[in-house]
């Protein structure tokens, strides 16, 4: 059963813009925190940015002023806008969820290519 599905990955030039949409399965539950991470080919994946059901964010230094994250918690989803795109922030894209009971779940990942 797919339980985090991702969208909007594809190929942007330098400078441009993406935005990408995890939506969360009903059978998760408690959800506290979600989150984008990444993973370049050859690097290991790293946190892009995280947002509580509180509302508070966290953003790798990478991103910061770039991109923005944003969530719904009622249709549980969670948004990343993605601004001034580098070549550099080509990457696979994975959601990740976290629950109250320290449960986590990933996406199978979106690819973001940023290139001319």
């Known amino acids: 059963q797919v339980q985090l599905v991702e969208s909007g990955g594809g190929l942007v030039q330098p400078g441009g813009s993406l935005k990408l949409s995890c939506a969360a399965s009903?059978?998760?539950?408690?959800?506290?925190?979600m989150g984008w991470y990444r993973q370049a080919p050859g690097k290991q994946r790293e946190l892009v940015a995280t947002i509580t059901t509180g509302g508070s964010t966290n953003y790798a230094d990478s991103v910061k002023g770039r991109f923005t994250i944003s969530g719904d918690n009622a249709k549980k989803m969670v948004y990343l806008q993605m601004d001034s795109l580098k070549p550099e922030d080509t990457a696979v894209y994975y959601c990740n969820a976290n629950t109250l009971w320290g449960r986590a779940y990933w996406g199978k990942g979106t690819l973001v290519t940023v290139s001319s």
């Open positions: 009903r059978s998760i539950f408690s959800i506290n925190a």
